[in-house]
C-alpha cells in the first residue's frame, strides 16, 4: 500500500514538472526572440538615425520573429496545417464570416453601455462625412484583419496546438490566455538617445518592459485581454480546425475598437470611467465581466443539453 501510494507521488511530481517544463516553452522561445531583436536593433538604430527609438526596434523586431518561428516550430513538432487550426479555404471564409458577426454581436453591448455612461464621447472635433467614414472603415478592417491573422496564428494556431498536445485542455486555454495577455503589455515608453546607444542599452529596456507586465496600473486591462484570450481559446477547443473563427471574431473586435477610437474618445473624468482601463480606453472591468458572463451562460447551456441528452 505504501509502495503504491510512493509510486503514485512521484508520477504526479513527474507529471508536475513536466507541465511546468511546457508551460516554460514559450517563454523560452519569447526571451530567444527578444535577446536577439536587441542586439539587431542596436546594429540597425545606427542607419535609421533617430528615425525610429530603439524600443519600438526591439518590439516589432521580436514580434516579427515570433511569427517567423511559427514556420520551423511547425515542422519541429509535427504540426499539420488541420491541427493548426486552419480549414481547407472555402470553409476558412466561411468560418471567417461566423466569427466577424460573432464578434460584432459581442462586443456592440459593450460600446452601447460606454456610450450611455458617457465614458465614451463622440468626437466633434473629428470631421464626419461617408468619404471619411467609409476611407476609415475599410483601412481599419484591412489592419485589423491582419492584426488578428497574426496574432491568432501565433496564439491560437501555434501555441495553443503546441501545448494542447502535452497539457490538459483548460491548462492550454489557460496558458495561451496568459502569454497573449502578458505580451501586449510587454513595452517601455523610454527613448535612449541615439548617441549614447552601445549594445547592451538594450537590455536596460528590460526590466521596464516586463514590470510594465505585473504593474498594478496595467491589471484592468490585463484582466481584459487575458478574458478576451481565453473566450478566444475556449471558442478554438469547440471545433477541431475552428482558427478562422478566431481570426473572424479578433478582426472584428479590432476593427470596432479602431474605428471606435477614431470618431470617439475616452472620457476618464467620467464618474464611471473605471469600467475601461487606459491600456486602450474601451477594454477593462465591463469586458472582462461581460466576456465572463457569455462563457458561463454558453457551458451552462452546454451542460444542460449534455444532460438533456443523456436522460433520453
Not at 513536466?18 to 542586439?39: K, S, W
Not at 542607419?47 to 519541429?76: E, H, M
Not at 496546438?161 to 491548462?171: E, F, R
Request: proline residues 4%; charged residues 10%; contains cysteine.
Amino acid at each position: 500500500m505504501r509502495s503504491s501510494l510512493t509510486n503514485g507521488m512521484y508520477y504526479n511530481v513527474v507529471c508536475l514538472f513536466r507541465y511546468v517544463g511546457y508551460a516554460l516553452i514559450p517563454a523560452l522561445v519569447l526571451l530567444l526572440a527578444l535577446f536577439v531583436a536587441t542586439v539587431l536593433s542596436y546594429f540597425i538604430v545606427h542607419f535609421l538615425s533617430d528615425a525610429v527609438p530603439l524600443r519600438q526596434l526591439i518590439s516589432r523586431i521580436t514580434q516579427g520573429l515570433l511569427v517567423l518561428s511559427i514556420f520551423p516550430l511547425l515542422s519541429y513538432l509535427k504540426i499539420n496545417k488541420q491541427d493548426f487550426g486552419y480549414a481547407p479555404l472555402s470553409l476558412f471564409f466561411k468560418q471567417l464570416g461566423l466569427g466577424f458577426g460573432m464578434g460584432f454581436i459581442v462586443l456592440i453591448p459593450v460600446f452601447l453601455v460606454l456610450y450611455f455612461l458617457n465614458i465614451i464621447v463622440i468626437n466633434k472635433a473629428q470631421p464626419w462625412g461617408w468619404g471619411i467614414m467609409s476611407t476609415t472603415l475599410i483601412i481599419n478592417l484591412g489592419l485589423a484583419l491582419l492584426i488578428a491573422l497574426v496574432e491568432e496564428s501565433l496564439f491560437r494556431g501555434l501555441l495553443w496546438s503546441s501545448l494542447s498536445k502535452k497539457l490538459p485542455a483548460i491548462m492550454a486555454v489557460m496558458l495561451s490566455a496568459i502569454y497573449f495577455a502578458g505580451l501586449h503589455f510587454l513595452t517601455t515608453k523610454t527613448n535612449l538617445p541615439t548617441s549614447t546607444l552601445t549594445i547592451w542599452s538594450g537590455f536596460g529596456l528590460w526590466p521596464e518592459a516586463f514590470s510594465n507586465v505585473i504593474s498594478s496600473k496595467n491589471a484592468s486591462g490585463l484582466i481584459a485581454l487575458l478574458m478576451v484570450g481565453i473566450f478566444l481559446a475556449l471558442l478554438r477547443t469547440q471545433y477541431s480546425v475552428s482558427l478562422g473563427v478566431c481570426i473572424g471574431c479578433h478582426c472584428c473586435w479590432v476593427w470596432q475598437i479602431k474605428t471606435c477610437k477614431k470618431f470617439f474618445y475616452t472620457d476618464f473624468s467620467s464618474p464611471y470611467h473605471d469600467w475601461v482601463s487606459s491600456y486602450d480606453g474601451i477594454t477593462g472591468p465591463l469586458v472582462s465581466i461581460w466576456l465572463a458572463v457569455i462563457i458561463l451562460l454558453y457551458f451552462t447551456y452546454r451542460y444542460l443539453v449534455d444532460k438533456s441528452r443523456l436522460s433520453h
